[in-house]
T-cell receptor, first 117, second 115 residues
Framework: GAGVSQSPRYKVTKRGQDVALRCDPI?????LYWYRQALGQGPEFLTY????????KSGLPNDRFSAERPEGSISTLTIQRTEQRDSAMYRC???????????????FGPGTRLTVT | AQTVTQSQPEMSVQEAETVTLSCTYD???????LFWYKQPPSRQMILVIR??????QNATENRFSVNFQKAAKSFSLKISDSQLGDAAMYFC????????????FGTGTRLTIIP
């Protein structure tokens, strides 16, 4: 079946503009995660959802960042008033289940490379 | 907070030889999972192998195997019969089995395969 998809794959925006990044998880996957990866670093956690409920948003850097998953499937990560320091690869992942007894295997999408000029 | 350390920024190996990538982690928890992810030049993130902390047996997936030393908090990846397609960044990652479901990644090891 199809893997995790993300759009757009590349986004160039001017400082101060808002951007919306989309993630479509593997069908049937309960949990959805957002990570940010700077060049030469490992991904860093931003937030995650079980179904439509946002379980943890402790990794969101500030209140310009928000995420939603209104119907428990597709998710959108929104960055308002973008700044140059927001430039990075934004990765989405999904997993089949969550909680105790879960396999915790997260499958990643190809990422959205965001460049803020 | 959990931390994951990969002390080898770069490694290289001759094609068909064996290479071991190191990873250590710090946690006060007893139940968790460890993963190795591969990131080839395409920058996709591919799950390579998974280890459950309560299992003493080391995980294996074809040419990939791990050496999990729980007391030492060490989780190394061995790649046997290295192939050109193994060239990539490799990330070690940790996840708790106590409800904190975020993956914590190391900084990665870039593996080069010498033909």
């Amino acid at each position: 079946g199809a893997g995790v998809s993300q759009s757009p794959r590349y986004k160039v925006t001017k400082r101060g503009q808002d951007v919306a990044l989309r993630c479509d998880p593997i069908s049937g996957h309960v949990s959805l995660y957002w990570y940010r990866q700077a060049l030469g670093q490992g991904p860093e956690f931003l937030t995650y959802f079980n179904y439509e409920a946002q379980q943890d948003k402790s990794g969101l850097p500030n209140d310009r960042f928000s995420a939603e998953r209104p119907e428990g499937s597709i998710s959108t990560l929104t960055i308002q008033r973008t700044e140059q320091r927001d430039s990075a690869m934004y990765r989405c992942a999904s997993s089949l289940d969550s909680g105790l007894g879960s396999s915790y295997e997260q499958y990643f999408g190809p990422g959205t490379r965001l460049t803020v000029t | 907070a959990q931390t994951v350390t990969q002390s080898q920024p770069e490694m290289s190996v001759q094609e068909a030889e064996t290479v071991t990538l190191s990873c250590t982690y710090d946690t006060s928890e007893s139940d968790y999972y460890l993963f190795w992810y591969k990131q080839p030049p395409s920058r996709q993130m591919i799950l390579v192998i998974r280890q459950e902390a309560y299992k003493q047996q080391n995980a294996t997936e074809n040419r990939f195997s791990v050496n999990f030393q729980k007391a030492a908090k060490s989780f190394s990846l061995k790649i046997s019969d290295s192939q050109l397609g193994d060239a990539a960044m490799y990330f070690c990652a940790y996840i708790s089995n106590f409800g904190n479901e975020k993956l914590t990644f190391g900084t990665g090891t870039r593996l080069t395969i010498i033909p």
